[in-house]
């Protein structure tokens, strides 16, 4: 089911209310595509299925229409569920799946740090592959057997990403616990069957382009261009980290209309004088990567000042 147009995707998790940092990567994103004349699909992935609630997807939906972005296709993830399941299916036939039931702590003890935060799989249950027949009744979560293999991944923007995924990693998950397929599976399945050509995402998602260029080569699956770009950030104590829930949406459209924010977040990357209000429509004509800060952007917000960025260049976390 390949897509005859090519894409790109803005693909958040449906885990909770769109933040700052939402808006700046659905932002970029869409710019990316629209001044390139790609077609550009939102892709709501809700296969959490603990943590995301149709109360997200829907808030996910309105919140980034009234900033100004449209879509050529809007997607659940959750509805793709057939098509995940059939690859599944066939990595099974090929004997390359199996059972695994460590626990957190036993990964841990065995599996190095991975730059993504995630620990390496040490890979104690590779002998537990599971038959054609008997896969769907196991509870257990599901790896895939990932061979070793130099993946050579430069981002565009010049990020050198290359590296040995198995080892790096260690075979990573299919079907997790709860029974949902796993991020990085069905994210370089659902590119593929789009015909994404283009992933514009944030840089904390790029330690793992090198585990999903490896999924997309073993898979047959083509490698669109990977594009990471800064975060928003902010201080909680003495640290920086990733902006989360410091301020939701809501309270921002107290005291900011769709204009104000769209141009808030653009000139805290600096895209447009700051004050300047605007439609993200309007942003498409210069739109250009060399015009997009590559520092992170230490934002601060209070009921007050509202939504404020604080210039200059900020410690990377
Ligand atoms: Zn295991």
């Known amino acids: 089911m390949q897509s005859e147009r090519s894409f790109g995707r803005f693909a958040p998790s449906t ?77 099974v036939r090929a004997g390359r799946v199996y059972a695994c039931d460590c626990s957190r702590a036993r990964i841990r003890e065995g599996g190095a740090l991975a730059p993504d935060g995630s620990f390496r799989y040490p890979g104690h249950c590779r002998a537990r592959v599971v038959a054609s027949g008997n896969w769907r009744a196991t509870p257990d979560p599901l790896r895939l057997r ?4 130099f993946v050579p991944v430069l981002d565009e923007s010049g990020l050198e990403l290359s590296g040995d995924a198995a080892s790096i990693f260690g075979d990573p998950l299919l079907r997790r616990r709860d029974g949902a ?22 840089r904390d998602l790029a330690p793992s382009t090198t585990l999903q260029v490896a999924l997309q080569h073993l898979l047959g699956l ?11 950030l902010e201080r909680s ?53 060399a015009r997009v800060s590559t520092d992170d952007v230490l934002l601060s917000w209070d009921p007050v000042d509202g939504l404020v960025a604080r210039s200059g260049p900020t410690a990377s976390t």
């Open 15 to 91: 885990t909770g209310p769109a933040h700052p940092g939402t808006l700046l990567a659905a932002l970029l994103c869409w710019l990316d595509a629209r001044s390139r004349g790609l077609a550009v699909a939102l892709r709501l992935e809700d296969l959490d299925r603990e943590r995301s609630k149709p109360g997200f997807v829907d808030a996910m939906v309105r919140d980034l229409a009234w900033l100004g972005l449209d879509w050529d296709a809007t997607q659940r993830q959750s509805e793709a569920r057939a098509r995940h399941e059939a690859v599944l299916e066939s990595l």
């Open 146 to 149: 990932l061979e070793p293999g």
């Open 181 to 202: 397929y796993a991020y990085h599976f069905v994210s370089v399945l659902d590119d593929a069957a789009l015909g994404v050509v283009r992933v514009v995402r944030g």
């Open 222 to 232: 083509p490698t669109p261009v990977y594009r990471h770009h800064a975060l928003f």
């Open 237 to 289: 104590g003495d640290k920086l980290s990733k902006l989360h829930g410091a301020v939701s949406i809501d309270a921002l459209r107290e005291g900011l209309d769709a204009e104000a924010l769209c141009g808030l977040i653009a000139s805290a990357v600096g895209l447009v004088p700051v004050g300047t209000h605007c439609r993200p429509s309007e942003l498409v004509a210069n739109f250009g990567w």
